[in-house]
Every structure is written in C-alpha cells, then in structure tokens.
C-alpha cells in the first residue's frame, strides 16, 4: 500500500519561502505523477502542481510564477518551495499521487501538515 | 481557469435518508469528474471518477452520474459513517474543487 508523509516547518516568516517534503513509501517514485494540493481553512482545496518521476512539472497558473516542484528519485521523495508567501498561503498542504492515465486524479494522499504563514 | 460550484453548501440528513449532491461546471468537461469525501482532520479519499466509477472498495450506495457541465453524487440509505464533506473535482484542465457540501446529522 503506498503511502505518503509530508514534512516540514509549520511556520513560515511573510515573504519568506515555505519549503515541504513529501516522502513515498510502499511504493516506487518511479513511473508515477506527483502533485501538490492545500486547502486553506475553512476554504476548498486548491492544486499546486505536479512532478513526473522524470522531472517534468506542470504548475496552477495562478500559483506558477511563485512555485517549484523538484523530485529526488534516490530518497523517494518529492518537494515544494513556495516563494515570497504572505498570510493567504496558510494552509493545510498535502500531497498525493495521481493516476498515469489522469494525472490530476489523486487516488493516494498524505495525511496532510498545516503550514502557518505569520511573522 | 474551470469553476466549480456544488449545491448545497450544508445538507442536513437522517441515518437511511437519500442524499443528492450537485456539481456544475464552469464549461464542459466531459466525463472527467471525481468525487471526493473529507472527514475532519483527514484527507479527502477518492470515491467516484470518471463521473460513475465508484473506486475499489467504496459501498454501493454511493453513485455518480452526469455529464458535460452538470454532474450528481447520490448517496442511498445514509449510513453514520457518512457524515462529512463531499468535494467535487475537475480533471479536465488542470484541476480545481467545488467548495464542499457538509452532510451532517439533521
């Protein structure tokens, strides 16, 4: 069964950038399309992007210019840095593995971390 | 960007109710619809895609339909682990949410 656990700082300085591992076990990184996804509280869920084992991303448009997916096949893991960030990007972000036939299909999710953006 | 809106926003139900959720697309995304289902503090898990492809191991009284811009998720016979929010997803562009129907206990 393939799991997932995100990692990382709960707080996050305005302006600063907020920086998450994702760690998959169970399971290969391999041949697999990885994304992010958060869901501000009290708000809907909201996709970041996603990576490709390979290294391909595909990224929110509304979130592009601030967002870099990378992959670390090696430790089997995956990571988001989300640049400049202010008080809107608190959130709940978790990550998941899409499907090879619909990338933006999450059938497997992290269990989710609170980042908290506030000086 | 596609816009998703799901109605209602709070449904008050009884263990045994039928339960209908709906969700509207922004433009026409085919088939490629999935429904979500939150508890608390928990991540959502993967219901239905493909519009009325109930996933591995989720019960028979779960059931989508629709098409095109104007989708459905029906629940038969609520049950007590029911009770939580139901989230519809786009798949078509991108991805984007609707904002989420509560099921709670009328």
């Known amino acids: 069964q393939v799991q997932l656990q995100e990692s990382g700082p709960g707080l996050v300085k305005p302006s600063e950038t907020l920086s998450l591992t994702c760690t998959v076990s169970g399971g290969s990184i391999n041949n697999n399309y990885w994304s992010w996804i958060r869901q501000p509280p009290g708000k809907r869920l909201e996709w970041i992007g996603y990576?490709?084992?390979?290294?391909?991303?595909n990224y929110n448009p509304s979130l592009k210019s601030r967002v870099t997916i990378s992959v670390d096949t090696s430790k089997n893991q995956f990571s988001l840095k989300l640049h400049s960030v202010t008080a809107a990007d608190t959130a709940v972000y978790y990550c998941a593995r899409g499907r090879i036939v619909s990338t933006n299909l999450f059938e497997y999710w992290g269990q989710g971390t609170l980042v908290t953006v506030s000086s | 960007d596609i816009q998703m809106t799901q109605s209602p926003s709070t449904l008050s139900a009884s263990v045994g109710d039928r339960v209908t959720i709906t969700c509207r697309a922004s433009?026409?995304?085919?088939?490629?619809l999935a429904w979500y289902q939150q508890k608390p503090g928990k991540a959502p898990k993967l219901l239905i895609s493909k519009a009325s492809t109930l996933e591995s191991g989720v019960p028979s009284r779960f059931s989508g339909s629709g098409s095109g811009t104007d989708f459905t998720l029906t629940i038969i016979s609520l049950q007590p682990d029911d009770f939580a929010t139901y989230y519809c997803?786009?798949?078509?562009?991108?991805?984007?949410f609707g904002h989420g129907t509560k099921v709670e206990i009328k």
């Open positions: 433009q026409s995304v085919s088939s490629w």
């Open positions: 990576i490709y084992s390979s290294g391909s991303t």
């Open positions: 997803q786009q798949y078509d562009d991108y991805s984007t």
